[in-house]
């Protein structure tokens, strides 16, 4: 992966480049996580790609490279509570916005995965499937990722009964099966869990 998106903008006079992306829309349980971050141009980073194609160990040593590389980073969540308030889409951009507004630095340029821009107060330009064609925003991915997986494994601890450290709050088997057999708990998301919210307490 290379720098050729950032450098098209780099051309036309943007200064600091941020990437930016999420994880965790899908799952049944557990908050949003996007990410920021602003790399120095042409900061070389082996192995660097969208954080889904890494296996979770190589995330986790991507992770370390890139905070102690990048310009500036942050890491914010959207909680589930949020989520079944105002949906997964505005959820989502609003772990965005805080992720933006938790950098040390102010960027001139947002590189947003996906095809809907979060609203933010500066230039955005959306890139579908961003996380494989912008080093930016695969390094967003990683971090993203690797933040929210942290984040259920601790959920695992206080909620053992779900099984968390397993699936990661995702719609697996063994996740339906522990809803039926223990209900939901405070980290599942009910508008996700519709169908089944009429069936069991929590």
């Known amino acids: 992966m290379n720098y050729d998106i ?55 040593a991507l992770f370390d490279v890139i ?24 959820a989502t951009f609003l772990a965005m916005r805080r992720a933006v507004e938790g950098l040390d630095a102010k960027p001139d340029l947002a590189l947003v995965d996906g095809n809907r821009s979060p609203g933010l107060d500066f230039d955005e330009v959306t890139i ?9 925003v695969a390094a967003a991915s990683i971090l993203a990722k690797v933040t929210r997986d942290r984040y259920m494994l601790e959920m695992d601890k206080k909620y053992p009964q779900f099984c968390f450290a397993q699936h990661k709050g995702y719609g697996t ?11 939901i ?3 599942h998301r009910r ?11 929590g």
């Open 6 to 60: 950032e450098k098209q903008y780099y051309e036309k006079g943007y200064k600091l480049i941020c990437g930016i992306d999420e994880a965790g829309r899908g799952p049944l349980c557990g908050p949003v996580c996007a990410a920021a971050v602003i790399l120095p141009f042409g900061c070389e980073i082996e192995g660097i790609n969208d954080s889904k194609k890494l296996s979770e160990k190589k995330r986790e």
């Open 67 to 90: 905070i102690e590389k990048a310009v500036a980073y942050s890491v914010a969540m959207a909680s589930a509570k949020e989520i079944d308030e105002i949906n997964i889409l505005q």
């Open 128 to 136: 579908v499937k961003g996380d494989a064609k912008s080093v930016s």
């Open 173 to 183: 088997k063994l996740h339906y099966e522990m809803i039926d057999k223990y209900g």
């Open 185 to 187: 708990c405070d980290e």
């Open 191 to 201: 508008t996700f869990l519709k169908k089944l919210f009429g069936e069991i307490n």
